[in-house]
Every structure is written in structure tokens, then in C-alpha cells.
């Protein structure tokens, strides 16, 4: 009778292992899937980020030249704290015709880091009437020592690829129409 017991308790420490087993992996595969289900969610709600993916945003805003016809930007908007803090930071590329347009409530001196953004951005400062007021060019990808700044009160600050702004034309008192 004891070998019997022995055995049943046996058993039954090999059951509860494998449950154990069964349970963890079940448990493993509900987070991935939460996870995956979670990501889905935020996507719908246009507010993903993960690094080394694009951001999901929407609208988009066309960005022209005044006096011009025909969009030379297509900017992903950044108008709330939580899509101007993140910005473009963890893009492994951005269209040569794409970029983003961040959108203040008042003017004021704005600046500008690097922090997680993967390629090098021309940062354009832009005023109320929507002239430009400055541009930082060519910045450093993955810098946190080091600010870029516009050197008066500006209501929107447009990022695109580095370059792409000499490629453009665009100077200081260019008047862009959004």
C-alpha cells in the first residue's frame, strides 16, 4: 500500500509540474497576446510608438511655398504635449517629401533636442503668420547635450530630412502656406 501512495504522489508531483508548465506557457502566450491586442488598440487611437517602428499619426498636413501650387511637404501633425514629446523620435526614416509639423497654442521661444531620434532632421522654426524664422540644419541624431533653439517666438516648428529644406529653397522670412 505504501508503494501505492508513493506512486500516486508521484504522479501527481509530475501532474503538478506539468501543470505548472502548462500554466506559465499559457500565461506567456496571454501577455503576448495582450501585448499584440494593446498595440492594436493604441494604434486605432493614433498613438503608437515603439522603437524601431514608424509612428502611426494622423492627420496630415500639406505644406506648400506661398505662391506655390503644388505641397512640398507632407507633415504628420504634433499638436498635444504627448505627440510633440515624442516627435519623431525612434524613426529609422522619413520620406523625402514627409516630415512633421508641430503645432503650439501660443508663441514663444522654442527649443529642440534629439533625444531617441534616429536620423539627422532639419528643425524649421516658424512664427504666427507662418514665416520662417530660422532653421537649425543638418542636427546630430541621438544627442542630449545639445539644444536647437529658435531665435524668436515661433507657433510651429516643421522637422524634415536633413537637407531637405536647402533642396526646397527655404530661408529665414520663406512664408509657407498650411
Wanted: glycine share 6%; aromatic share 8%.
Amino acid at each position: 500500500m505504501n508503494s501505492v501512495v508513493l506512486s500516486n504522489k508521484i504522479d501527481q508531483t509530475k501532474l503538478s509540474g506539468i501543470g505548472l508548465l502548462i500554466i506559465a506557457s499559457l500565461v506567456a502566450i496571454l501577455s503576448v497576446f495582450c501585448s499584440i491586442f494593446g498595440i492594436i488598440l493604441l494604434a486605432n487611437d493614433n498613438t503608437i510608438i515603439t522603437p524601431g517602428t514608424q509612428n502611426i499619426t494622423t492627420p496630415r498636413q500639406e505644406i506648400t511655398i506661398a505662391g506655390q501650387e503644388n505641397p512640398v511637404i507632407f507633415a504628420e501633425i504634433a499638436d498635444n504635449d504627448e505627440t510633440r514629446a515624442r516627435g519623431l523620435m525612434f524613426r529609422e526614416s522619413l520620406g523625402p517629401d514627409e516630415g512633421m509639423l508641430f503645432i503650439f497654442n501660443d508663441s514663444q521661444i522654442r527649443n529642440f533636442w534629439m533625444k531617441d531620434t534616429y536620423i539627422s532632421l532639419d528643425i524649421i522654426f516658424i512664427d504666427a503668420d507662418k514665416q520662417i524664422i530660422n532653421i537649425a540644419e543638418n542636427t546630430t541624431p541621438r544627442i542630449t547635450t545639445r539644444t536647437y533653439s529658435s531665435t524668436a517666438p515661433a507657433m510651429y516648428v516643421l522637422e524634415v530630412n536633413a537637407g531637405r529644406s536647402q533642396e526646397l529653397g527655404l530661408t529665414i522670412n520663406t512664408q509657407l502656406e498650411f
